[in-house]
C-alpha cells in the first residue's frame, strides 16, 4: 500500500542536495556538525519514507515525548520540525503551505510550525492513521490540531498536561501518557513492545548524556562550537526520538568540542560577545549563524531547546514500566519550551538568569517570534529582571521562526549589530 | 420606564458600582475573575463577590503596551491597563486560569505590577479536554481552590450554603433565559446592544440584587414594542465581548444581534448547574461538561452544535465570527466554523477586531456588506 509522506520526501532530498553542497565545496575541517546532522538526517528521513507503506504513520506534536511512541513498530513523524528544516534548507521553505493554510482561513498570527503542516494536509501529501499531542505548551497547539481532527477528519489523541510542575501533575500527565499508549495501540491494532521502548530510551539517555557534555563545554570561553549547532540540536531532538541518529550526532558534536578545548581552538572567528536566547533560534535563513559568529564575533550559546531541564530516565533497561512513565511524564512537562512556557513567568525568568549565569552571557536576545504570545507577554518582565539583577541588557527581534518574509534576515542582523555597539 | 433608567444597568458603564461600596461597606470582600470556568457559586457560598474582570471604561492601552507585547490580546491589554491605572484597587483578590496564553501572561504581569505582595491570586488549571481523569483532576483543583478560600479569608464552607447559592445562580439564569426567549422573538423585544448591558450588570453586582433586578428589566422588556426595522437576524460568535457599542455597529446599519456563542453570552446562562446530593461535586460536573471556548481541545463538535441550535431557535439569517486580533484559539475555531457553516448554507462573515474598536468605519462597511448579500440572497 502506497501511503503519502511527501514532506519528508521533500526535505530528504533537500538535506542530501545540501550535504552534497557543502562536501564539494565546503573543506573537510568545516560544517562539521551541519554534516553530521545532514547524515543523519537522511538515515531518518530514509526510514520514515522506505516504512511509510508497511507501518502504521503515526503523526506527533514536538511537545509530545516521541520517546514513548517507540514503544510501536511505526513510522514516526513529527510534524512542526517539518516546515522549520523546510525553511533552513530551501531558499522558500514552506512559505507556499502557510499561504495555503492561510487562505483557507486559519489567522495569519499562527505558528508557523504548524501552519506549513497544516498547509501540507490541506494539499493531501500525508497520510496518516493517527496525530498526537499534548494540550501544550502554547494556544497555537490547543487551536491548530483541531484542525485535524475536525477538518481533516484524522484521529488526534490529546494527553492533557496540566499548568504546574508539581508532583500532582506529573502523576496525572503519566496516566495521560499510559491512556494514549494504550489507545494508540487499539487505533494502530499493536501492542505496546516495551523491551524496544527500553532500547529507544537507552539511546536517548546516552544521547542526554552528549547534550549535557556539548553544554558543559560551551560554558568555556572562547565557545568551541559554532552557533548553528542550536537549530541542529532543535532538529535533532525533534525529529530522532529515541534514535541510535540523535545520539550519534550529539557525540559527534563533543567529539568535535572536546578537540577543540584540547587544541585550545574556538569556533573560528573571535569572541567577542557572548549571547543567551530564551526562546527558539530561527530557521529561515542558516547563513545568519555564520555571521553571528565569524562578522560579527557573537556566540550564540543556547537557547529554549537545547538545555533540557530535566533528568535522563534513570534505568531504561531495568526501571518498571510504571517509573519509565512516570520519569517520562516528568521530561515532558519540562520538555523545552513546555517547561517555559506552560507555567507561570517565574519559570522563564529564572530559566534565563540561570542561563545568562551559567552560560557567561554578556547579553540575551529573544525571538518574539508571532506565534509565541505567552512568551511575547514575558519579554518585559525577563528584560527588567535581567537589567534590575544581573546588569545584562536584552534585545527582543521580531520574527517568524520559519518564515522569513515576517522580518526580513538584514533587518535582524542590522538591529543586533547596532544592539552589539551597546556592548562595547 | 427606559432600560437605562434602572441603576442596576448603570453597573454596565463603570467597573465599580454603588452595589458594590455597598458591599464593601459591610467588610465583605470582591474577587475578581478571568474566565468562565470559575466556580462562582463556591465564592457566592463563602459570601464574597465575585466580580468579572473587564475592560470597561478603558481608554487606551498606553501603560499596558509598555509591559505586553504588540502581538498581544488587546482586551487583556485594556484590563491590564485599567489595573495598572488603579481601577481595579477595590479588587480583594485575583482568580484566574489557564484560559489562554494572553491570559495566564497578564495576570502574572498583574501579580507582579498592581497586587500588593500579599495580594491573594488563586491560580486553577483546567483540564483541556473532557475526560473522566480530566474531571477528576477539576475536582481536586476545586477542593484545592476551597480550601485556601478558607485560609486566606478566614471562611467555613458550608455544603446548604453552596446549595442555596446553586439554587440563587439558577435562578439568575432561569431569568436571563427569559429575556433571551424575549431576544429572539420575531420582533425582539431587545437588542443585541441591551442585552450585553443586561449580561454585564448581571457579573458586576450580587446576585440576589440582580435577581430582583432582573425581574424589573423583564417587566420594561415586556412592555416594550417589539423591534421591527431590521434587515438581517444575525449571531454573533468568537472572542469575548462586553461593549454594547461593539454590539451597535451591526444594528446601526440593519442587523440585530438575536443569539450569540459567547462567554459573556448566552453560554453563560444556557445551562443550570443539576442539583445533586453533593452540591459542590455538581457544580464541577456542570462547569467541565458546559458549552465550551476553543480552550477545549475536543469540543469543537458540541461548540457546532451549539450554534447550529441557535440558529435554529433564533431563526439566525447569518453568522458573525468575530475574533480580537491575536487570538489563536477563536481564530482557528472560527476557520473551522465558517466551513462547517459554509457546508449547511448558512452565510457567515469572519472578522478580526481590536477590543478598543479603533476600525469601526471599515468594519461597519464589511457588515453592511454582508447584511445587503444576506437580504439579496
Same mark, same amino acid.
Given at each position: ?86 525553511? *533552513? ?41 493517527? *496525530? ?95 552557533? /548553528? ?7 535533532? /531532538? ?153 546588569? /545584562? ?32 | ?377
Amino acid at each position: 500500500m502506497v501511503r503519502k509522506v511527501i514532506p519528508y520526501e521533500i526535505l530528504r532530498n533537500a538535506s542530501a542536495i545540501t550535504l552534497d553542497l557543502i562536501e564539494r565545496i565546503v573543506t573537510e575541517n568545516e560544517q562539521i556538525a551541519m554534516r553530521s546532522f545532514l547524515r543523519h538526517s537522511i538515515h531518518v528521513l530514509d526510514d520514515i519514507i522506505q516504512n511509510a507503506g508497511d507501518k502504521p504513520i503515526i503523526g506527533y506534536h514536538f511537545a509530545f515525548p516521541g520517546d514513548l511512541l517507540q514503544c510501536f513498530d511505526a513510522t514516526l513523524v513529527c510534524f512542526e520540525v517539518v516546515p522549520y528544516l523546510m525553511a *533552513a534548507l530551501m531558499p522558500n521553505g514552506a512559505e507556499y503551505f502557510y499561504d495555503r493554510i492561510t487562505a483557507f482561513g486559519h489567522p495569519f498570527h499562527s505558528c508557523t510550525s504548524q501552519k506549513g503542516i497544516m498547509g501540507m494536509f490541506l494539499d493531501g501529501l500525508v497520510d496518516l492513521d493517527l *496525530a498526537i499531542c499534548p494540550t501544550g505548551p502554547c494556544d497555537n497547539t490547543i487551536a491548530s490540531y483541531q484542525f485535524f481532527s475536525n477538518q481533516m477528519k484524522i484521529p488526534v489523541l490529546i494527553a492533557d498536561f496540566p499548568h504546574y510542575k508539581t508532583e500532582r501533575a506529573y502523576k496525572y500527565a503519566a496516566e495521560e501518557l499510559v491512556r494514549q499508549i494504550d489507545e494508540i495501540g487499539k487505533l494502530i491494532g499493536q501492542e505496546p513492545d516495551y523491551a524496544r521502548l527500553r532500547t529507544a530510551l537507552n539511546h536517548s539517555r546516552e544521547a542526554q548524556a552528549y547534550l549535557a557534555e556539548i553544554n558543559e563545554m560551551r560554558r568555556a570561553i572562547p565557545c568551541p562550537i559554532e552557533s /548553528i549547532v542550536n537549530p541542529l540540536i532543535t532538529g535533532a /531532538i525533534t525529529m530522532m526520538p529515541g534514535r541510535p541518529e540523535k545520539t550519534q550526532f550529539f557525540k559527534d558534536v563533543s567529539d568535535l568540542m572536546k578537540k577543540r578545548i584540547k587544541n585550545h581552538e574556538g569556533r573560528g572567528g573571535e569572541e567577542k560577545f557572548r549571547s543567551f536566547w530564551p526562546n527558539i533560534s530561527q530557521f529561515y535563513d542558516m547563513g545568519f549563524y555564520e555571521w553571528m559568529d565569524r562578522e560579527l564575533g557573537m556566540t550564540q550559546l543556547v537557547d529554549v531547546f537545547t538545555y533540557l531541564f530535566f533528568d535522563p530516565i534513570q534505568d531504561p533497561m531495568h526501571d518498571s514500566v510504571e517509573s519509565i512513565f512516570q520519569q517520562i511524564a516528568k521530561q515532558a512537562l519540562n520538555y523545552p519550551m513546555t517547561h517555559q512556557a506552560q507555567s507561570f513567568i517565574e519559570t522563564m525568568v529564572e530559566d534565563t538568569l540561570w542561563g545568562v549565569k551559567a552560560f557567561k552571557a554578556d547579553c540575551a536576545i529573544m525571538t518574539g517570534h508571532l506565534g509565541c504570545k505567552q512568551i511575547a507577554g514575558a519579554i518585559q518582565i525577563i528584560r527588567e529582571e535581567l537589567r534590575d539583577r544581573l546588569s /545584562i541588557p536584552m534585545l527582543t527581534i521580531e520574527v517568524d521562526i520559519g518564515d522569513k518574509r515576517f522580518n526580513s534576515i538584514d533587518a535582524v542582523k542590522y538591529e543586533i549589530a547596532e544592539f552589539a555597539k551597546t556592548l562595547l | 420606564m427606559n432600560l437605562d433608567d434602572l441603576e442596576f444597568i448603570q453597573a454596565a458603564k463603570t467597573l465599580k458600582n454603588q452595589y458594590i461600596d455597598d458591599w464593601k461597606k459591610e467588610n465583605k470582600k470582591v474577587l475578581g475573575y478571568y474566565c468562565s470556568y470559575v466556580p462562582l457559586e463556591l465564592i457566592h457560598a463563602m459570601d464574597m463577590l465575585p466580580f468579572r474582570i473587564r475592560g470597561t471604561t478603558c481608554k487606551d492601552t498606553v501603560l499596558a503596551d509598555a509591559v505586553l507585547a504588540k502581538i498581544n490580546c488587546s482586551f487583556v491589554k485594556a484590563t491590564l491597563n485599567l489595573a495598572l491605572q488603579g481601577e481595579y484597587n477595590f479588587l480583594d483578590a485575583m482568580i484566574s486560569e489557564n484560559s489562554c496564553d494572553h491570559v495566564r501572561r497578564m495576570i502574572d504581569i498583574w501579580q507582579r505590577k498592581v497586587g500588593e505582595k500579599n495580594f491573594p491570586r488563586f491560580f486553577l488549571s483546567i483540564p483541556h479536554v473532557l475526560t473522566e481523569a480530566g474531571l477528576d483532576w477539576l475536582k481536586t483543583e476545586i477542593d484545592l481552590f476551597k480550601e485556601q478560600l478558607e485560609k486566606t479569608f478566614n471562611k467555613k464552607f458550608d455544603e446548604d450554603a453552596l446549595a442555596n447559592s446553586i439554587q440563587v445562580f439558577n435562578e439568575n439564569r432561569r431569568l436571563l433565559r427569559e429575556i433571551y426567549n424575549l431576544r429572539i422573538a420575531k420582533e425582539p423585544k431587545v437588542s443585541g446592544s441591551d442585552f450585553i448591558k443586561i449580561i454585564v450588570a448581571n457579573s458586576s453586582v450580587p446576585k440576589e440584587i440582580c435577581n430582583t433586578e432582573l425581574e424589573k428589566v423583564i417587566d420594561i422588556l415586556k412592555d416594550r414594542e417589539g423591534i421591527k426595522d431590521y434587515r438581517a437576524r444575525l449571531m454573533l460568535v468568537g472572542s469575548y465581548v462586553d461593549n454594547p457599542a461593539f454590539m451597535k455597529i451591526f444594528e446601526d446599519v440593519g442587523g440585530l444581534i438575536v443569539t450569540d456563542s459567547l462567554c459573556y453570552g448566552v453560554r453563560s446562562f444556557w445551562d443550570d448547574i443539576e442539583p445533586t446530593q453533593n452540591p459542590l461535586n455538581g457544580l464541577i460536573m456542570s462547569y467541565y461538561h458546559k458549552v465550551s471556548c476553543p480552550r477545549m481541545m475536543d469540543a469543537h463538535p458540541t461548540r457546532l452544535e451549539f450554534v447550529k441550535d441557535q440558529i435554529t431557535k433564533a431563526k439566525v439569517d447569518g453568522v458573525i465570527l468575530q475574533r480580537i486580533e491575536f487570538c489563536d484559539l477563536h481564530g482557528t475555531d472560527n476557520m473551522l466554523l465558517s466551513h462547517d457553516l459554509e457546508q449547511l448554507g448558512i452565510p457567515t462573515l469572519n472578522i478580526d477586531r481590536e477590543y478598543l474598536m479603533s476600525d469601526v468605519a471599515r468594519f461597519k462597511t464589511r457588515v453592511e456588506a454582508f447584511i445587503e448579500q444576506i437580504t439579496v440572497s
